[in-house]
């Protein structure tokens, strides 16, 4: 199954509660040859109604942070862990996230097999490789099952913690080096 099948797949799936809550999939957007995926926790009601990940104001952070590292948005492939939005943006339960990343972006992952994988904030890391305490592990790279992974922080938190703002700006150039190894 390629990119596009895959995304008509999950268009239409009902396979954990939050299909219950969403108004549209948000499967993910940018290059399907991209060296870097960056991936979220969830959409937020933005998202929802567009189809389209990291649109709003924390995407906004996002497009800028990319653009100032001297990258190109539509290089890099966003996604989150969960493609249909939580109900008031709480958090998705273990059973939602485990369901959509084994049916999904770990497909998404195989077929794009970018050089690294950014994932933005503590629901990302931990779903993905287990670590918690983003403040501890952004900037840090991991390999697990031969493939490298990068903890960031999530916009949105700098979108309320300003400070974070510049950490995220350094980390985004880290991982742009990353590829460029
Ligand atoms: S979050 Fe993922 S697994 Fe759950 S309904 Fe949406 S697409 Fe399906």
Known sequence: MNLEELCEVASTCVKCPLHESRTKVVFGEGSKNAKIMLVGEA???KEDETGRPFIGMAGRILSEI?????????????????KCRPENN???????????????LNKQIELIDPDIVGLLGNSAAYALIGKKNIKQIHGNTYKLNGRKYMALFHPAAALYSRVLLPQLKKDMVILKKAIEK
């Open 66 to 82: 990319i653009e100032e590292a001297g990258m190109d948005r539509s290089d890099i492939y966003i996604t989150s862990i969960v």
């Open 43 to 45: 959409p937020g009601k």
């Open 90 to 104: 709480r958090k998705p339960k273990k059973l939602e996230y485990t369901t959509c990343i084994d049916l999904y």
